[in-house]
DNA sequence: TATTCCTGCCAC
DNA sequence: AAACGTGGCAGGAATA
């Protein structure tokens, strides 16, 4: 079709005709009046919000604003925005009555008691059992359950019992129907599904309610079926692969928590939605897994069943020692003060030259960089402390100053003052939100509403203490990744190693600083040496596809000597080598790797994708731009590859061992899990632990998950009172 | 004024 | 040319 509509030049004689009659005090129609805004700059989302309120005029929905119609105003884009909040408002209504009106017959509000015991009576009788709560929020310590989801599978119905709704109609009492509820989650041989089934056991377990049968979690399935999703929302994933339009609760009640919708059937048809969709998701999931069945089986055994670990450990949550961190944060408080006004003093007046109305900020690395580059009379790329600050330090006393001031200003404003203000009122007690697929690869991530507890430096660590009468052992996995990477590869020189109980790091440390291996392993008090951690981020790195001139930088060597070291590295290590290309050949084929005998997939489609020959010194042409960016995302999916399999079947030890240790822990009297980071557990015992007790734990760790027939397990246990004070354990039994 | 993006940095 | 993987968070800067 060749029929060209608003050509530019008819824009602009739209324009002009609207410029005139504007000029001419004429009226311009409403159609006219849109245009003209269209014409005006608009960021998208305007636009959008711009046709939206258009089409709701067309549509009689809204009309404009009465103020502006009596004095005779112009439509402007500013009363388009205010409309637009109008609009949506309007819409919010449509969809909820839309809602209402489709309402199911199998959906039941039950208010009654009468009902609510046929209810009772149905669900006892379930093999399947979906479950959601309603809350006041996502405060899983303190929010309150306003309402119960439980859908029956067996006989197809879908109930809501609201129980804190904010309405004149009548409901039945809380604390009644949860008593009534209860039995229905104890069942046995019953499979009960929620999507992020976790948050929904927090609240129960307040409400003294135990899940008794076997967990299946939609929103965890999810995130084996396709670790790339946008988002892992029910809604988004009913519109998306359902494609049952779904709206989010947001779209359709704002920022308010469910209790206060006080018309009861809207809450009805809102929330009984929520188990009918969560149980055709699961039934989604079913079909394609069973194409799958390894992943299945891994879903099953670990995934499902670590998630009522995940709610126990989280619920031990941490003692925080505020006496500690008040005394602590003091002390940083004023070494901070102090290099702060040092700092000022040399960068104010330097500021003043350079942006003379502005007010100087240290913390600003805009305005940092501006005047450490006069400072130093160098041309600074960032204020990056290892890559930039580090080197220009030797030369510059301001420098060192600086480097230690955002140290301590990154430990006492992320870590020291902000601990404290996180803990709960719920137990005094701080407590962290594990997300068990967090990662791409399966690991754990952790943070949101609670503490991020995988990234908490020894500063930190300070101030976690164990309980009165506790003691906190920490177990790690010995060189989890590499003996991994030893299994997986069958490099003979590494198993070998592991099998006579050489650290593998250290005999490279040994090697390359061409000293004792004694002398690189460990230092007196028994922690890992500088050159041996050295070693780990380096074999790791380059294991990673870290490039030459990286490793240069990071060993503070030449490029050859980097060269070198990295090709000795593989050249020792044949099978190895071998091993990351056939990972990364089968990435470029499948797309896809597969981790610890096929349990789970890392999906990288970029690794299929062909990257383009770029002629050098074509970086400046804006199409080689473009290539560029792609050749970067698929070396990196390449990269990620090999990264993918070792790390991702690490945490799957991780997970198969956490499992494990917490069912020892049920057996025992005061033993809970405490918290994972990756390649360790810490487990909170009574400080009357025994040896032989002490030797679960070893056992527990070692053949909890083993690599195979070739590759053992080692762990090293850890003794303390603070997070940060380790005993061995050596240490530990002989001080008493 | 509130939200989102960017820079930098902590952990394994 | 860029070249180390997985995360989360604080504070400043930019945007709406």
Redesign the pocket.
Known sequence: MNVRLNTNDNKSALTSAIENRKKEGVGESISDAFNRIYEMKN?E?DLRKIKAVQDAMNDGLIGREQSSVEKGKKLTKAEVMRLYTQVQEVERKRLLEKMVEETPDNYELVTTEDHLQSAVNTLLESSIIVFDVETEGTDVWHDRIVGYVMSTIDSDKHYYIPTRHKTEESQLEHDLVTDKLRPTFELEDTLYIAHNAKFDLHMLDRNNVEVKGRLWDTMEAMRLLNENEDSYALKVLATKYLKIKSYKYGDLFGQVGFEEVSDLTTALSYAAKDGDLTYKLYDFQMKHLSKMPSVLEYITEVEMPLIKVIVEMEKTGFVIDEKYAEQYGKELNEEIEQLHSELNEVFVPLFKTIEPDKEF?V?????L?KVLSKYTGKNLP?????KTLKPLSKEFEIVRKLLRY??LV?LY??YIT?LPKKITEYDGKLHANF?QN????G?F????GG??L?????GARALFVAPEGKILVGADFKAQEIRCVAYLSEEPSLIHAFEVGQDPYATMASNFYNRPYEEVYKNEDGSDTKERKEMK?VWL?TL????V??LAE?LGVDKNKAKDFQEDLFESMPKLKGWIDDTKNFAIKHGFVWLDNKQRKRRLPKAKERTYH?PYGK?YDDEFKKQ?LH??EV??SL??AP??VV?GSSAIQTKVTLIKMYEECKKREGWRLWCT????LIVEVPEDITKEEVDVIRSVMVDGYPWGETVPNGTDLEFMYRWSEKYSEEDWFTRK
């Open positions: 960021t989302p900020n913390n600003s690395s805009t305005q960089k960032n204020t990056d402390a290892k955002k140290e990154k404003s992320t902000t997300n967090g990662a791409a690869t690991r991530s952790s943070g949101g503490i991020n995988q990234n908490q430096p020894d981020v790195a990673y596809g870290m490039s001139p990286s990071m770029i970086y560029r050749n970067s070396n990196r990269r990620q990264n993918a790390q980071v990756h390649d360790e």
